[in-house]
């Protein structure tokens, strides 16, 4: 079974644009949470979805959004980068997000903002 | 701030030898403990999950969870140098679905 894709690999981009990532989950999983990964912070839980609704939010602001579509495939956008913004930015798929079922990542999206 | 915590190490460890990874979590109502491996530049692996108190054995590798002490541990025999990476603990509750992490203890196995 195929695992989680994330396109793109890398991307480098400027301050003020914006930027959308994307998730294709494992096969059969309908959950799909994004999280950022900087050395300073470590991983933080950006925002999870199941069946096209949000469920959870992490503790970022507004710049930072998500959706998912049908097929379980998942987007995040941030809008107006900041330097701060430069992290490894992880999608994880899980069968449905509950606490019995394990999540696995991605190979994760490098984005550097110049 | 729910808060899970790990020495950062690096912990060195002889290769052959147990290493001993731990990790506490500060949340009572936390139900779910997971450990995940992460090479420099990789995202992270799953290698354990543990839901129980006790131990949990897969190969090489055995998690231990003690609730009442709110302190889950990973065990790694005969480690090997292709153990060297940051080992990371994951928490979840049964009131989100987000996983709350630890900031990883490095692991370096010398030949």
């Known amino acids: 079974k195929a695992g989680v894709t994330q396109t793109p690999r890398y991307l480098i981009k400027t301050r003020g644009q914006q930027v959308t990532l994307s998730c294709s989950p494992i096969s059969g999983h309908r959950s799909v949470s994004w999280y950022q990964q900087t050395p300073g912070q470590g991983l933080q839980f950006l925002f999870e979805y199941f069946s096209e609704t949000q469920r959870n939010k992490g503790n970022f602001p507004g710049r930072f959004s998500g959706r998912q579509f049908s097929n379980s495939r998942s987007e995040m956008n941030v809008s107006t980068l900041e330097l701060g913004d430069s992290a490894l930015y992880l999608c994880?798929?899980?069968?449905?997000?509950?606490?019995?079922?394990?999540?696995?990542f991605g190979p994760g999206t490098r984005l550097t903002v110049t | 701030q729910k808060e899970v915590e790990q020495n950062s190490g690096p912990l060195s460890v002889p290769e052959g030898a147990i290493a001993s990874l731990n990790c506490t979590y500060s949340d009572r109502v936390s139900q779910s403990f997971f450990w995940y491996r992460q090479y420099s530049g990789k995202s992270p692996e799953l290698i354990m999950s543990?839901?129980?108190?006790g131990d949990k054995e897969d190969g090489r590798f055995t998690a231990q969870l003690n609730k009442a002490s709110q302190y889950v541990s990973l065990l790694i025999r005969d480690s090997q140098p292709s153990d060297s990476a940051t080992y990371l603990c994951a928490v979840k509750t049964n009131s989100g679905y987000a996983l709350n992490f630890g900031k990883g203890t490095s692991l370096l196995v010398t030949p």
């Open positions: 994880a798929s899980s069968i449905s997000g509950s606490t019995a079922h394990e999540q696995y």
């Open positions: 543990i839901y129980s108190n």
